[in-house]
T-cell receptor, first 116, second 112 residues
Framework: DGGITQSPKYLFRKEGQNVTLSCEQNLNHDAMYWYRQDPGQGLRLIYYSQIVNDFQKGDIAEGYSVSREKKESFPLTVTSAQKNPTAFYLC???????????????FGPGTRLTVL | KNEVEQSPQNLTAQEGEFITINCSYSVGISALHWLQQHPGGGIVSLFMLSSGKKKHGRLIATINIQEKHSSLHITASHPRDSAVYICAVSFISNFGNEKLTFGTGTRLTIIP
């Protein structure tokens, strides 16, 4: 079955530690996204990648880093510089890129990160 | 920056009732998306529309571009429809890529 997988579903981290969240898709999509969801707020874009070996900062990139070495993978690292990392993190992907291209985004099941 | 407002924030209804969730946005868009988020957290895309109306089963989505408003309707609601419904609008950025702005969601609870 085609889709997006995220692991782990729940993640606990001690303050000051870096942690990497996994996102894999087998939909052959060019674009991938990382969002953060906090209670009472809409999803906010952390980073996105339109193509392999390229990524751009979203609206709240500080304290996060990403890589896009393979088309199917877009891991997100939450660094110790992120002041309030406890949140629900969602990965998404979409087909197509370029001007005047708007495409449905497919979401993964999410990872809930809790900093202890 | 586009602002997306949803109403109501919370909605509780009896099984079988007709449900309407509203979404308003502030600037021009390429498309509007309705998403469903179940308690486990995963999000499913229900509709993407840029004009008119779309229907899928008991779900209907409409959009009025001039009024910058969209509605999601659920007919013959069922407890399994209980979820958070999220409106998102997309526009093409100066870099040529699509950007989404999300509403805060409407939590729908259908009571048997």
């Amino acid at each position: 079955d085609g889709g997006i997988t995220q692991s782990p579903k729940y993640l606990f981290r001690k303050e000051g530690q870096n942690v990497t969240l996994s996102c894999e898709q087998n939909l052959n999509h060019d674009a991938m996204y990382w969002y953060r969801q906090d209670p009472g707020q809409g999803l906010r874009l952390i980073y996105y990648s339109q193509i392999v070996n390229d990524f751009q900062k979203g609206d709240i990139a500080e304290g996060y880093s990403v890589s896009r070495e393979k088309k199917e993978s877009f891991p997100l690292t939450v660094t110790s510089a992120q002041k309030n990392p406890t949140a629900f993190y969602l990965c998404a992907s979409s087909d197509g890129q370029g001007v005047n291209s708007y495409n449905e985004q497919f979401f993964g099941p999410g990872t809930r990160l809790t900093v202890l | 920056k586009n602002e997306v407002e949803q109403s109501p924030q919370n909605l509780t209804a009896q099984e079988g009732e007709f449900i309407t969730i509203n979404c308003s946005y502030s600037v021009g868009i390429s498309a509007l998306h309705w998403l469903q988020q179940h308690p486990g957290g995963g999000i499913v895309s229900l509709f993407m529309l840029s004009s008119g109306k779309k229907k899928h089963g008991r779900l209907i989505a409409t959009i009025n571009i001039q009024e910058k408003h969209s509605s999601l309707h659920i007919t013959a609601s069922h407890p399994r429809d209980s979820a958070v419904y999220i409106c998102a609008v997309s526009f093409i950025s100066n870099f040529g890529n699509e950007k989404l702005t999300f509403g805060t969601g409407t939590r729908l609870t259908i009571i048997p």
